[in-house]
């Protein structure tokens, strides 16, 4: 099967800004080991068509999407969101093929958790390159609170990732890419 | 007396289009637009002053649903550029990639095109999503095609969305014996599920379009036999993949490439005139509404030897197979046809691909500036960037994207269709629109005029 039984997809582009959330969260992920049923997958644009509608229920038990949500906080705040809380269209699929949205079917088989932070800026339809400061800030907080909601030892991980961020690697995010 | 209908915005395909038409009383297109309303994104300018590593990273991001052709096609710009040679082996990999995208998208491209068609013998059109026969099954099959494709884009490509396995220079790390083993028996599985779907859509197709008069949202609209027929030529730089300024016998050529700007092409200011609440989904666009298609289309017109071409599956069929077919029919055929030798030339591929070979070139040059161009042959069409690197910092990028191409030669190609199947000829293009944004214009003397206005 192509995706194992729990699956983090981190949602956004990248190109607008803080809408790059999702896949910066899922870069810092990469550097930690996580059980072999979790896969943790840089979604960009593509959750829709290439994830959300390809889950085998039969495997797949738990999805746990990353990105945007504007609720009217602070940016850089964290929420946590059920399929029920998504605005209409939210994740239509990018066909909207028949306008309906593929986490509704999907949400009776799949547990869904939709991790959302509050953008400080998105530039659409401007391009734009990196996450502004309350955005970045966030990112470990929102790990931790994947660790938690899929059940991985929180202590020793949360130890490694504060090592890895002292490093430096969470700055590294496109910018000092080397040959 | 012509009468101007709009459908907008324009579904089952990716991005936001809308589709403007000028139509004479029995309801038959005289002119008609398709354009692009997604606003310009300046990924050009972006590119500007970052090193040949990051601009396929950031061309892979302008689409959710090709970023694969656009990740290898932007890569082998900058190695044009800097004319970097790459291993075999990594060439494979890509080969590889891009034939499991492919595999994946003409999958996704027969979930939106069935909802048109009806199951073969009967009156009922076809819902992909019933959990009922025959369509069930169809829809397992079209959904492990999907797997089966991403799977294998995974095992090559790194990742399965965007790749991450792409480098300049060739690719970051060879597979294992293993895994070349697994992508081997997938695409077995594939070929044999490939050919039974392309089987089926093929039958689907021809019933379709055997019939007399068809219904669209309750309308009884006549069928002609010419659905989609256009006087246009067709570009495809490749059977399968693509071509580079690399190669001996380039088979593209920028030269040959002019772009117009869209208020000389499409039409002016006009009013909604027709209005059909029962078109699906949601009706046409209000009668009395203003549209004026010259500003608010989002794209240039791309002109091959002076004329908009089309490019896709049924482009390279013709160029390289000798396929005849014309219209929407043969269209959507070509793609079909596509299949079974996406899968064959994969097999190929895996066979000639050597686990311990090298995959990274020895020496990557740091570029001259010299302007270097790849095309990539994306499942919908031509995907053409052009590229400068002057000391491992790109000074000049630019995207020439499937749809666009697709844009103006659609637009022909309506002519002569009543204008409630529209969209059945659209999505013949498998349009994906949110990528078709580019926007740099050059006028007859090929001088940069203008960066468009957005009004």
């Known amino acids: ?179 | 007396m012509s009468k101007v209908v709009e459908i907008s915005p324009t579904t089952r395909h990716e991005g936001h289009s809308k589709l403007v038409l000028k139509v004479n009383d029995a309801g038959i297109i005289e002119t008609g637009n398709w354009c692009s309303i997604t606003p310009v994104r300046g990924v050009e300018k972006l590119a500007i002053g970052k090193t040949p590593e990051q601009v396929p990273k950031i061309a892979s991001r302008v689409c959710g649903i090709c970023p694969i052709a656009h990740t290898i096609a932007a890569t082998e710009a900058m190695e044009a550029s800097i004319k970097c040679e790459i291993p075999k082996d990594a060439l494979m990999l890509r080969h590889i990639l891009q034939l499991a995208n492919r595999c994946h998208s003409i999958a996704l491209h027969d979930i939106l095109i069935l909802p048109d068609f009806y199951i073969p013998g009967t009156e009922t059109k076809i819902n992909p999503f019933t959990p009922e026969e025959p369509v069930r099954s169809v829809a397992k099959r079209i959904q492990r095609l999907r797997e089966i494709g991403q799977t294998i884009g995974q095992i090559s490509g790194g990742e399965c969305i965007h790749p991450s396995n792409t480098r300049v220079g060739g690719m970051y790390r060879n597979c294992s014996q293993q895994a070349k083993t697994k992508m081997y028996d997938l695409a077995k599985e594939g070929l044999v599920l490939a050919h039974q779907q392309a089987e089926f859509m093929i039958a689907v197709i021809r019933n379709y379009h055997r019939r007399d008069f068809v219904d669209v949202g309750g309308m009884k609209v006549a069928l002609p036999k010419t659905l989609g027929f256009h006087d246009q030529g067709y570009l495809a730089t490749h059977a399968f993949y693509g071509s580079s300024s690399l190669e001996e016998c380039p088979s593209w050529d920028p030269h040959r490439f002019k772009e117009a700007r869209p208020w000389d092409w499409y039409m002016g200011e006009m009013e909604i005139s027709l209005e059909e609440p029962r078109y699906p989904i949601g009706g046409t666009t209000k009668i009395g509404t203003k549209v004026n298609p010259q500003m608010e289309a989002c794209t240039g017109i791309p002109m091959y030897d002076g004329q908009p071409v089309e490019v896709g599956p049924r482009a390279r069929l013709v160029t390289y197979k000798f396929f005849d077919e014309k219209g929407t029919q043969g269209q959507n055929v070509a793609r079909e046809m596509e299949y079974q030798d996406c899968f064959y030339e994969m097999i190929d591929c895996i066979d000639a691909l050597n686990p311990n070979g090298k995959v990274v070139a020895d020496y990557i040059p740091d570029g001259d500036g010299s302007l270097g161009w790849a095309t990539n042959e994306a499942p919908r069409g031509c995907d053409a960037h052009m590229a400068r690197v002057k000391d491992w910092k790109v000074q000049y990028f630019s995207m020439l994207v499937p749809t666009t191409w697709n844009f103006a030669t659609c637009s022909k190609a309506l002519e002569g269709a009543p204008w409630q199947l529209a969209e059945v000829v659209m999505r013949g293009y498998d349009p994906c629109v949110s990528c078709a944004t580019h926007m740099i214009v050059l006028d007859e003397d090929n001088k940069l005029v203008a960066q468009k206005l957005i009004q």
Request: glycine residues 8%; negative net charge; hydrophobic residues 40%.
């Open chain 1, 1 to 179: 099967m192509l995706y194992p039984e729990i699956v983090i997809a981190g949602c956004g582009n990248p190109l607008f800004a803080d809408d790059g959330f999702g896949p910066a969260v899922i870069e810092e992920m990469q550097m930690l080991s996580l059980p072999d049923n979790v896969a943790i997958i840089d979604a960009g644009l593509g959750g829709p068509h290439f994830i959300f509608t390809l889950l085998d229920p039969e495997v797949t038990s738990k999805l746990i999407i990353v990105d945007l949500a504007d609720f009217g906080a602070e940016p850089g705040t964290i929420t946590k969101l059920r399929v029920e809380d998504l605005p209409p269209g939210a994740y239509r699929d990018a066909h909207s093929w028949d306008l309906a949205e593929p986490l509704q079917r999907i949400k009776d088989q799949i547990d869904v958790t939709i991790i959302g932070c509050q953008p400080a800026k998105v530039t659409f339809p401007e391009f734009e390159l990196g996450l502004s400061e309350e955005v970045q800030n966030a990112i470990p907080k929102t790990i931790r609170v994947i660790l938690e909601t899929i059940g991985v030892d929180y202590g020793t991980t949360i130890k490694c990732l504060q090592e890895e961020r002292q490093r430096g690697t969470a700055e590294r995010c496109g910018s000092t890419e080397t040959r």
